[in-house]
Every structure is written in structure tokens, then in C-alpha cells.
């Protein structure tokens, strides 16, 4: 479900990134969504 929530959330930056050849902003969304895979492993083990 949250692998959902990351896309939404990084689709207008990944628009931005490739419409206006920034791409500063991949290396952000991708930030991002490494950061939220290693959020989720450890609220999942929290929860366990």
C-alpha cells in the first residue's frame, strides 16, 4: 500500500523532472523512495 502512496505523492516531481530537464528531482524521488522502503521494514518490525 504505501509503495502506492510514494508514487502518487512523487508523480508531479518526476513530471517536473523530465518536462523540465531537472534532474535534481529524480535524485530526490528516488531519495525519497529508498527512505520510505527503510521506514516501512522498521514500523513493520515495530508492529510484529
Not at 502506492?4 to 512523487?10: E, F, N, P
Not at 516531481?13 to 518536462?19: N, S
Not at 535524485?27 to 521506514?39: C, K
Amino acid at each position: 500500500m504505501f509503495i502506492l502512496q510514494t508514487l502518487i505523492v512523487s508523480i508531479p516531481f518526476v513530471y517536473f523532472a523530465l518536462h523540465y530537464s531537472q534532474w535534481v528531482f529524480l535524485v530526490a524521488v528516488v531519495g525519497f523512495v529508498l527512505s520510505q522502503i527503510y521506514r516501512s521494514q522498521k514500523v513493520y518490525k515495530i508492529k510484529s
